[in-house]
């Protein structure tokens, strides 16, 4: 199968968040299963740098945005058989120190930006020889796709064009501009209609993607639920659930070549489930680093992630103030709304012997702090699937999750199946909510063998992505095969 993937960004070469991942991974096991695999994604400042093997190919792109023509390049990378990258190079538009954003505010060019990166794929799957057979696009950046595809075939001639898949990893994130920027699409004003991109007077990219991608998939059978509901639907639960019949809900897997504790370049010591002694030495080494007091004894609670509403940063603050006073230690990296940044940072310099913090992306130590850590906290107000708590796991660190989205297709708690439990589960979205299941969390670290038994359970459980791309290949099939 011929599979063209789409996304705004892909590990290794760009990341923001689990989208890169989740992207990059199944490339990479599509191609294993026997795919042939194309990936489209922009090229960003410093890709070139570390990849001087990188190509640029004798294809110039000329894609009308509104009123102009707007030129751009295309370079190439094959990182593994049957895998071929192709970097769509535009430096106003891609060559910034943000993918989308700096200090908290979008880039005011996004639409201009993403419309003619959906363009440029459109471009690629239609003239590259190799012909895609699908395109899966992912998240609002490239969910115009379909519908310029669709446009093409009608107004345009092209015969046999690929069919579409579209992933929702964050239903919060359409891709909403004003109506001023529909231009930019060069669509027939017919689209901008209920049945296309228009959504409260403006433009929508994934709302229009919803309505004519012929799969759509999202990255965990509950939040496949989820979206339908007005609760978690953003506005967009109606069309979706018009929709159902094309919804699939595929947990995302874990690339444990490099989520992993024997061979992880990111880790001064390795360890194994029949042996922890390799944990504790992170744990001490982490507490050293971060100027904590050194003491394996301490119980350890871990977070790292996008500091955003979704994230439920706001109970976690409050539940750490009230936890404070406890025999406990804190550790979190984050990056996002300058409020939550310096909420942590204040914590932890009225904390300085129990919580340490720091702001800003880093690629060694989210391994460091999830082997470090007892527990990891993930107390998310929604969660399309989240790969932290699936990584805790492997890392013999017991996650402690709202039941939410993936958090609550991945995590089992005591209630659910005593045997399987692996982590710690709360469901209302407040901060005593939470701070209860932190208190459950240290009574569970003074009763060694049953933390060894929820740590044995989460290190066995296998989140493999051959699983999850096989899973995808049905949904390739199935849309293939439809009428
Ligand atoms: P989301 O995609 O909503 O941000 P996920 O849990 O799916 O949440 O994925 C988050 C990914 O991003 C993980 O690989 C996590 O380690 C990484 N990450 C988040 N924030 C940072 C940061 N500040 N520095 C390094 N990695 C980060
Ligand atoms: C999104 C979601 C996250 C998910 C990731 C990868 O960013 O917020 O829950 O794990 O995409 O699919």
């Known amino acids: 199968m011929k599979v063209l993937l789409a996304s705004s960004e892909v590990y290794p070469y760009s990341k923001t968040g689990g989208l890169a991942d989740m992207v990059g991974a199944l490339a990479k096991y599509l191609a294993h299963a026997g795919c042939q695999v194309v990936l489209v994604t922009p090229l960003y400042s410093s890709i070139r740098a570390r990849h001087p093997e990188l190509q640029r190919l004798d294809w110039k792109l000329e894609l009308p945005l509104d009123s102009h023509l707007v030129s751009g390049r295309v370079c190439v990378l094959q990182p593994a058989h049957r895998l071929t990258v192709y970097f769509i190079e535009h430096s106003g538009f891609f060559e910034r120190p943000g993918l989308y954003q700096e200090h908290g505010r979008d880039y005011?060019?996004?639409?201009?930006?993403?419309?003619?990166?959906?363009?440029?794929?459109v471009n690629l799957a239609r003239y590259l020889p190799w012909r895609a057979q699908v395109v899966h696009l992912h998240d609002w950046q490239t969910a115009?796709?379909?519908?310029?595809?669709?446009?093409?075939?009608?107004?345009?001639?092209?015969?046999?064009?690929?069919?579409?898949?579209?992933?929702?990893?964050?239903?919060?994130?359409?891709?909403?501009?004003?109506?001023?920027?529909?231009?930019?699409?060069?669509?027939p004003w017919s689209y901008f209609s209920m049945e296309g991109v228009e959504f409260h007077g403006g433009v929508n990219c994934l709302k229009a993607g919803i309505g004519h991608a012929q799969g759509l998939t999202t990255v965990s059978p509950r939040y496949a639920r989820e979206i339908t509901t007005p609760e978690l639907g953003f506005g967009l639960d109606g069309i979706l659930r018009q929709q159902d019949h094309l919804l699939t809900g595929i947990l995302n897997g874990v690339d444990y070549t490099e989520w992993n504790t024997e061979h992880n370049p990111n880790l001064h010591n390795a360890y194994h489930k029949d042996d922890l002694s390799g944990k504790t030495a992170e744990k001490l080494a982490l507490q050293k680093e971060f100027g904590l007091p050194v003491n394996a004894q301490i119980p350890l609670f871990g977070n790292i992630g996008r500091l955003v509403h979704q994230k439920g940063i706001d109970i976690l603050l409050g539940a750490l103030e009230e936890m404070v006073a406890a025999d406990l230690q804190f550790v979190s990296l984050g990056a996002g709304l300058p409020e939550f940044e310096s909420a942590l940072l204040d914590l932890a310099r009225r904390y300085p012997h129990k919580v340490a913090v720091r702001t800003g992306y880093d690629h060694g130590l989210p391994h460091r702090i999830e082997a470090a850590s007892d527990f990891f906290l993930m107390p998310s107000h929604f969660e399309p699937c989240g790969l932290n708590q699936m990584y805790s796991l492997r890392y013999g660190t017991v996650p402690i999750v709202r039941a939410t989205g993936g958090l609550d297709d991945s995590v089992i708690d005591v209630r659910e199946n005593a045997a399987l439990a692996n982590g710690i589960k709360f469901d209302v979205y407040s901060s005593s909510a939470l701070a209860h299941a932190m208190r459950k969390a240290l009574a569970l670290f003074q009763h060694r063998d049953l933390l060894q038994h929820y740590r044995n359970n989460g290190m066995n459980q296998d989140f493999s992505w051959e699983r999850t791309a096989r899973e995808y290949m049905k949904v390739y099939e199935n849309i293939l095969t439809r009428d």
């Open 144 to 187: 115009l796709v379909p519908l310029l595809i669709q446009d093409q075939k009608q107004r345009d001639k092209w015969l046999r064009p690929p069919r579409t898949c579209l992933t929702i990893h964050n239903l919060a994130y359409q891709g909403q501009f004003p109506a001023s920027t529909f231009g930019l699409t060069n669509l």
């Open 108 to 121: 005011p060019d996004n639409a201009e930006r993403f419309v003619f990166f959906s363009k440029a794929v």
